[in-house]
């Protein structure tokens, strides 16, 4: 298979490829977005995460919610969302979700949440609630789901893809061979059985993964089968940015015909549908698969 170019980071030093510059937040779209945030005190991945589409999403007057707070129980290498203790999760939060979600007006909206290991429920509960108020407030509304690892707590798993969300997403993030260096807390196989469990559940089901953490291209094509084996119908992959230096370093910056070499590999495969390229993350352009 022909190899495509990447660029090395280390030349020139910690300077991103062209492709990968975004345009700064701006417009009354994303004054809009950003003001409901604020006044209903909600969190975003897309802030907490420090997502480079924060101003196209914004801007189009969408934004992906993060709930159960902005601190998480694991320790990811590559992620830029605080870990630590987290307080007391806002048993009010589902309605404030609820209430900004249909003031947007958007057709498809997306949920996630940080992991909460400490909780016996993994926090479904909250889940469930939130989604609920959602269907309630804006019945037209499509939603996803990206919901954490629930550490094998099938129970908990059930009770937060039964609200009735239209997609759950579960992101894989990397190949086997890199996981204990990206996802310490987690597990290869066991990210796996939750994707396989819930779309035994009649879901559809979704995945991400990041490239440029040193992977190779037929760990990347093992992990497409291995998804699809246990029912995945679609696959994000995205570049890996570093959020800060005390963050995994980026090993390559991934050239975009690579990228589009992926989504042809991926469709070809069985997937319904692949989204791939330097800038995706696992809610950009949700919409599209439905």
């Known amino acids: 298979m022909l190899e495509l ?14 492709w990968l510059r975004v ?35 914004w801007g189009a007057g969408t934004a992906t919610f993060m709930i159960l707070g902005n601190t998480c129980t694991r320790s990811c290498s590559f992620c830029a969302v ?11 939060e589902p309605r404030r979700v609820a209430e900004a979600t249909r003031l947007m007006g958007v ?26 108020a959602v269907k309630e407030q804006s019945p037209e509304t499509t939603i996803e789901t990206l919901i954490p690892d629930v550490r094998g707590n099938w129970e908990a798993l059930e009770r937060m893809i039964s609200a009735g969300q239209e997609v759950v ?11 204990r260096k990206v996802r ?3 597990k290869y196989d ?6 396989q469990r819930t779309k035994a559940y009649g879901k559809r089901t979704k995945s991400g993964i990041m490239v440029g953490l040193g992977e190779k291209d037929e760990e990347v094509f093992a992990i497409m089968d291995d998804l699809l084996a246990h029912g995945c119908d679609v696959l994000t992959i995205g570049q890996y940015l570093q959020p800060t230096k005390m963050h995994l370093e980026v090993a390559s910056y991934v050239h975009p015909d690579k990228f589009a070499e992926y989504h042809e590999v991926g469709m070809a495969k069985g997937f319904d549908f692949v989204e791939s390229g330097p800038l ?10 439905l």
């Open 5 to 18: 170019p990447i660029v090395d980071k280390k030349t020139p030093r910690n300077r991103k490829p062209d």
């Open 23 to 57: 345009k700064l937040p701006i417009g009354e779209n994303y004054k809009k977005v950003r003001s409901l945030v604020d006044k209903y005190k909600l969190h975003t991945i897309c802030q907490s995460g420090n997502c480079p589409n924060m101003g196209e999403c």
């Open 82 to 92: 605080k870990t630590g203790r987290p307080s007391e999760y806002d048993e009010d």
């Open 107 to 132: 057709k498809h909206a997306v949920i996630t949440s940080v992991n909460r290991d400490e909780l016996k429920d993994r926090g479904a509960e909250i889940w469930y609630q939130t989604v609920r």
């Open 169 to 179: 997403s579960h992101n894989m993030e990397t190949v086997r061979s890199l996981y």
């Open 184 to 186: 310490p807390q987690a």
């Open 190 to 195: 066991r990210s796996l059985e939750q994707i």
């Open 280 to 289: 995706v993350r696992s809610s950009y352009h949700a919409e599209r698969h």
